[in-house]
């Protein structure tokens, strides 16, 4: 047996997330392991910007960086896609919510996906189509998405980056399986799912394989119904869950983030999966005092952001074709009411968008959405999650980048992985920036908000 040097503070602070309880041989092998295993790399800031965007943004939810220098950047508030050149000087328009281009971008969120060589396709759900785009800028063919029933997994954000792997086949987060159904004409609901399935698509043949299953955020839903056929839905949150993390790589590779220890598989196009070690990580242990500041915080933001969302909703939230109205106690698009509540009417008959606030008759029932409740801190991990929701990206050279739930003085730290598992690099985005997208040749994208407007930021990795 290999002589080791054991610190027992050192070797409890790198204990799993819910630690239990060891035998004398477990022990020992653990020690071992954590003896050989990689070190810590230190935090280091990102090298220095080197352009910014003299316009302002809505918002730069994905950029991707051409081969000539140029970058494409979805403005998913302005609802614009714009193609910027080299230094973030100027930009052209190249699809908006007016006539103005003759390229139409929705009246929802959309995505932006490297294609085959230097395209991208640009994906509308609500017309579900992906228009392709070439290095120029210029709006090609346009192609059916391949699922209709999942074109809104194809925006990314906290569902993950889709992409392309090197056999041209569409890799995503499919949706995860939650169907209610009527049973004497009131709605029952079923188990919320705790896990989905990261699949990818032949858009030639249509033919769809699973390549992993990852856990997902799981809460609590329950619904009740007065005699007036006013139905009451009532959701627990639980904002600090763990949840596993998936990237689509530049060769083509899927990588799963396991969240309980912190380690990667690497899934090959050919379905080959490999596990790495466990990745270090500077867990932190989180007390009973912890616990609440952290539900209270997220109360706070929450709230606003579900206050923020139902004021922009307003009236139709099913889209065309859609049957959900949302509003206010007044009617569609009114303010909300005291105490936060949302009425909800949905047409059980399915034809059409049913008034919100309107009378439950003719098959249409009401459903009053109550502020949002929150689990009680004993329900919250015991340790930190490594990381939340949509944490992992592929760069452009190789390597998978994970925003970890460290922050040092308001700026965000990422977990740098090469292509063999490894740990190389700890980076520490200046504080208050979010990461866009990448470029070959270690170029990073980040958008910065002044309070004003949000800006586009280019640096260099080191």
Same mark, same amino acid.
């Given at each position: 047996?290999?002589?080791?040097?054991?610190?027992?503070?050192?070797?409890?602070?790198?204990?799993?997330?819910?630690?239990?309880?060891?035998?004398?041989?477990?022990?020992?092998?653990?020690?071992?392991?954590?003896?050989?295993?990689?070190?810590?790399?230190?935090?280091?800031?990102?090298?220095?910007?080197?352009?910014?965007?003299?316009?302002?943004?809505?918002?730069?939810?994905?950029?991707?960086?051409?081969?000539?220098?140029?970058?494409?950047?979805?403005?998913?508030?302005?609802?614009?896609?714009?193609?910027?050149?080299?230094?973030?000087?100027?930009?052209?328009?190249?699809?908006?919510?007016?006539?103005?281009?003759?390229?139409?971008?929705?009246?929802?969120?959309?995505?932006?996906?490297?294609?085959?060589?230097?395209?991208?396709?640009?994906?509308?759900?609500?017309?579900?189509?992906?228009?392709?785009?070439?290095?120029?800028?210029?709006?090609?063919?346009?192609?059916?998405?391949?699922?209709?029933?999942?074109?809104?997994?194809?925006?990314?954000?906290?569902?993950?980056?889709?992409?392309?792997?090197?056999?041209?086949?569409?890799?995503?987060?499919?949706?995860?399986?939650?169907?209610?159904?009527?049973?004497?004409?009131?709605?029952?609901?079923?188990?919320?799912?705790?896990?989905?399935?990261?699949?990818?698509?032949?858009?030639?043949?249509?033919?769809?394989?699973?390549?992993?299953?990852?856990?997902?955020?799981?809460?609590?839903?329950?619904?009740?119904?007065?005699?007036?056929?006013?139905?009451?839905?009532?959701?627990?949150?639980?904002?600090?869950?763990?949840?596993?993390?998936?990237?689509?790589?530049?060769?083509?590779?899927?990588?799963?983030?396991?969240?309980?220890?912190?380690?990667?598989?690497?899934?090959?196009?050919?379905?080959?999966?490999?596990?790495?070690?466990?990745?270090?990580?500077?867990?932190?242990?989180?007390?009973?005092?912890?616990?609440?500041?952290?539900?209270?915080?997220?109360? @706070?933001?929450?709230?606003? &952001?579900?206050? *923020?969302?139902? +004021? /922009?909703? =307003? #009236?139709? !939230?099913? %889209?065309?074709?859609?049957?959900?109205?949302?509003?206010?106690?007044?009617?569609?698009?009114?303010?909300?009411?005291?105490?936060?509540?949302? @009425?909800?009417?949905?047409? &059980?008959?399915? *034809?059409?968008? +049913? /008034?919100? =606030? #309107?009378? !439950?008759? %003719?098959?249409?029932?009401?459903?009053?959405?109550?502020?949002?409740?929150?689990?009680?801190?004993?329900?919250?991990?015991?340790?930190?999650?490594?990381?939340?929701?949509?944490?992992?990206?592929?760069?452009?050279?190789?390597?998978?980048?994970?925003?970890?739930?460290?922050?040092?003085?308001?700026?965000?730290?990422?977990?740098?992985?090469?292509?063999?598992?490894?740990?190389?690099?700890?980076?520490?985005?200046?504080?208050?920036?979010?990461?866009?997208?990448?470029?070959?040749?270690?170029?990073?994208?980040?958008?910065?908000?002044?309070?004003?407007?949000?800006?586009?930021?280019?640096?260099?990795?080191?």
């Amino acid at each position: 047996m290999p002589s080791v040097s054991f610190s027992p503070t050192a070797f409890m602070n790198r204990m799993l997330p819910k630690p239990a309880a060891f035998t004398p041989l477990a022990l020992i092998a653990l020690v071992i392991a954590d003896a050989g295993a990689q070190q810590l790399p230190p935090v280091r800031p990102l090298g220095a910007v080197v352009a910014v965007s003299k316009d302002g943004l809505g918002a730069a939810s994905a950029a991707r960086q051409l081969p000539n220098g140029k970058v494409l950047v979805n403005d998913i508030n302005e609802r614009k896609l714009m193609l910027f050149d080299a230094d973030l000087s100027t930009f052209t328009v190249i699809a908006d919510s007016t006539a103005a281009t003759g390229n139409a971008y929705s009246s929802r969120a959309a995505g932006l996906i490297p294609y085959s060589g230097d395209s991208t396709l640009f994906v509308d759900p609500q017309s579900l189509s992906m228009m392709l785009i070439d290095p120029a800028g210029k709006m090609g063919r346009i192609m059916s998405v391949p699922r209709p029933q999942e074109a809104n997994q194809l925006i990314g954000g906290p569902n993950g980056t889709p992409g392309f792997d090197g056999q041209g086949r569409l890799v995503y987060r499919a949706a995860p399986v939650f169907r209610p159904s009527f049973v004497n004409g009131q709605i029952k609901l079923p188990e919320m799912p705790d896990s989905a399935v990261i699949v990818r698509v032949d858009l030639a043949t249509r033919k769809l394989d699973t390549l992993a299953t990852v856990k997902i955020s799981k809460q609590k839903i329950n619904m009740s119904q007065d005699e007036n056929g006013r139905m009451t839905v009532t959701t627990m949150l639980n904002p600090l869950q763990q949840v596993d993390d998936w990237a689509l790589l530049s060769d083509g590779r899927v990588a799963v983030l396991r969240a309980r220890d912190y380690h990667v598989e690497f899934v090959s196009p050919d379905g080959k999966v490999t596990a790495t070690p466990k990745i270090p990580f500077d867990w932190q242990r989180m007390n009973d005092s912890a616990k609440t500041a952290f539900l209270d915080s997220s109360k @706070v933001v929450m709230e606003k &952001m579900r206050t *923020e969302a139902t +004021a /922009r909703l =307003g #009236a139709t !939230a099913g %889209g065309p074709g859609g049957n959900v109205t949302i509003g206010g106690a007044g009617g569609p698009g009114g303010a909300m009411p005291a105490g936060g509540a949302m @009425v909800f009417s949905m047409r &059980m008959d399915g *034809e059409g968008p +049913a /008034r919100a =606030g #309107a009378p !439950a008759q %003719g098959g249409q029932q009401q459903i009053a959405i109550p502020p949002l409740n929150f689990v009680q801190p004993s329900e919250l991990p015991d340790y930190m999650p490594p990381f939340q929701a949509g944490a992992a990206r592929g760069d452009a050279d190789g390597n998978l980048w994970v925003r970890t739930s460290k922050n040092v003085n308001g700026g965000p730290v990422y977990d740098v992985i090469n292509a063999k598992g490894e740990l190389v690099d700890r980076v520490q985005l200046p504080p208050y920036r979010f990461l866009a997208g990448f470029g070959a040749g270690g170029w990073v994208y980040m958008s910065v908000s002044d309070g004003k407007a949000v800006r586009l930021e280019k640096a260099k990795l080191r």
